[in-house]
């Protein structure tokens, strides 16, 4: 079983940053693709961003390559969602996403999930 707790949201005006982090609960961190989704009012949840848990490559959503950046940090079983010249249509609930251990992608089917953290950005 895993706990995913994320933190770090808030209200940001346009062009701001924000650092969201997720903490994980339990052992072997290291071996769990991590991240993130976003849902917006009204709008279906989307992926954002993933790192794998085996030499660390990532991937983002077309909408957010060049602003946002993740990483993770295995020694304190947590992961990082740096947002850069942040938008108004960035404003969503983020959600810190895993799955099975050794699962290279994470999907909207995926096994555990965080509670959500809310990232407002004015205009």
């Known amino acids: 079983q895993v706990q995913l707790v994320e933190s770090g949201g808030g209200l940001v005006q346009a062009g701001g940053s924000l650092r969201l982090s997720c903490a994980a609960s339990?052992?072997?961190?290291?071996?769990?693709?991590m991240g993130w989704f976003r849902q917006a009012p009204g709008k279906e949840r989307e992926f954002v961003a993933s790192?794998?848990?085996?030499?660390?490559?990532?991937n983002y959503a077309d909408s957010v390559k060049g602003r946002f950046t993740i990483s993770r940090e295995n020694a304190k079983n947590t992961v990082y969602l740096q947002m850069n010249n942040l938008k108004p249509e960035d404003t969503a609930v983020y959600y810190c996403?895993?799955?099975?251990?050794?699962?290279?992608?994470?999907?909207?089917?995926?096994?555990?999930w965080g509670q959500g953290t809310q990232v407002t950005v004015s205009s």
């Open positions: 996403v895993t799955d099975n251990p050794y699962v290279s992608t994470v999907s909207l089917r995926a096994k555990y």
């Open positions: 339990g052992r072997a961190f290291s071996r769990y693709t």
């Open positions: 790192i794998i848990w085996s030499g660390g490559g990532t």
